[in-house]
């Protein structure tokens, strides 16, 4: 007997709670649009500027979070600091993370900077007007914090170093916007095409609806956005369409077969067939993206927990989203009685009657004059 994770004929009412559905969705998305005046949107180095700096410190030094961010915070031109360990807790490696701009670490600031360490001496770029380049200025304080940090700490190595000025972290964040929207596009003009044009909004607003709730779950956890972010709300943008096309292609065959049959009781059929492979779809990958998450490490983290609440979220659009938004263009703009769900069931049309002509008497045959050849028999006397 085969393995099945949904029996057949399985009868889960799933349009019936669309209403519920609804209003746990709008209640997510007003949560995270109260969340953005209140906690903000953090956005990462990627779209906001500023400097990843890469640290490890040699085997046998105590180092942790909270003693970096006491050394580095009260050095100019770093703001908005963030410290995080990198790798495992062997590794004594840690991921340092702050803003600064060359507004922020004026002359006096860079000299500052320059007299963290006795001895230390930089030859950094002076442009036309006295003031150091983005490139210099993030450089002076990257060998300033290395020097701090070793002289409070112990000897450290720095791994790598990662500046974005604000005006290429602007140019990525309009970049990715008009990927989505490019993306967004181009899957109303497909499911257009594919199937009807009743089909293609619910798709759209469930791609939307799920990079909303991604977004929103960021915002009030109040995590970054940078281009690992995006590249995971992409993936979601089509992983959530490949999944609302399944239901689709269903819902399409099963209205072809049972036409006379209620809208919500095609759409519940048909979410009900696709159930299993659904749940083995979104499970292995959730799976998948748990090993990710726990055991990749720092750098693949934030795409592998965007991609988890993206596939969860991406699964239920499908049923309570996609489908239920279908229901609603039909019934309110179906052609009258060229939809099931529509009106009421029309009656077949009585069959034309057939015409029978009637059986014309067949004449009787003739008696002829001559004599019958039957003998009658003869009367004993």
């Known amino acids: 007997m085969p393995f099945e994770i949904i029996p057949p004929g399985t009868r889960i009412d799933f349009i019936g709670k669309r209403r519920i559905a609804a209003m746990l969705s709008l209640a997510v998305i007003l949560a995270s649009l109260i969340a953005i005046p209140l906690r903000g949107i953090q956005l990462g180095i990627d779209f906001a500027g500023g400097t990843e700096v890469q640290v490890r410190f040699e085997p046998g030094v105590s180092a942790d979070e909270g003693s970096i961010r006491s050394i580095v915070s009260g050095m100019p031109g770093v703001e908005d600091l963030s410290v995080v360990r990198f790798g495992e807790m062997e590794d004594n ?52 914090i290395e020097k701090s940090l070793a002289k409070d700490l112990g000897p450290l190595t720095v791994q790598r170093v990662e500046y974005v000025g604000p005006r290429v972290g602007a140019e990525l964040r309009v970049d990715g916007l008009k990927s989505l929207f490019w993306a967004a596009i181009a899957i109303l003009i497909y499911i257009t095409f594919r199937f009807s044009s009743r ?6 607003i469930a791609v939307i609806h799920d990079l909303m709730i991604t977004a929103g779950i960021f915002v009030i956890l109040g995590l970054d956005f940078d281009l690992r972010v995006l590249a ?13 096309i399944i239901i689709y292609d269903r819902i399409r065959e099963n209205m072809a077969i049972r036409t006379t049959y209620d809208l ?15 749940v083995l779809t979104s499970g292995t990958t959730l799976i998948t993206l748990s090993c990710l998450l726990f055991l990749g490490g720092e750098m ?34 179906g052609a009258p009685g060229a939809a099931p769900g529509t009106e009421e069931p029309r009656s077949a049309p009585a069959p034309a009657p057939v015409r029978i002509d009637p059986v014309a008497p067949q004449p009787r045959p003739k008696r002829g004059r001559g004599r019958s050849t039957k003998r009658r028999p003869k009367k004993r006397r």
């Open 93 to 144: 490696e840690f991921l340092i993370k702050f803003r600064g701009g060359l507004d922020m670490a004026p002359e006096a600031g860079l000299d500052a900077l320059r007299g963290a360490e006795e001895g230390f001496t930089g030859d950094l770029e002076q442009p036309e007007k006295g003031r150091p380049t983005a490139e210099a200025a993030t450089g002076d304080r990257v060998v300033a």
């Open 199 to 204: 089909f293609a909004p619910g798709a759209i």
């Open 232 to 244: 995971a709300m992409l993936a979601i943008l089509g992983y959530s369409l490949n999944d609302t």
């Open 264 to 278: 919500p009781e095609v759409l519940n059929q048909s979410v009900n067939q696709t159930l299993s492979r659904t």
């Open 300 to 333: 693949i983290r934030p795409f592998a927990f965007a991609m988890m609440i993206g596939v969860a979220v991406g699964t239920y659009s499908s049923v309570y989203i996609a489908a239920p938004v279908f229901l609603w263009l039909q019934q309110r703009y």
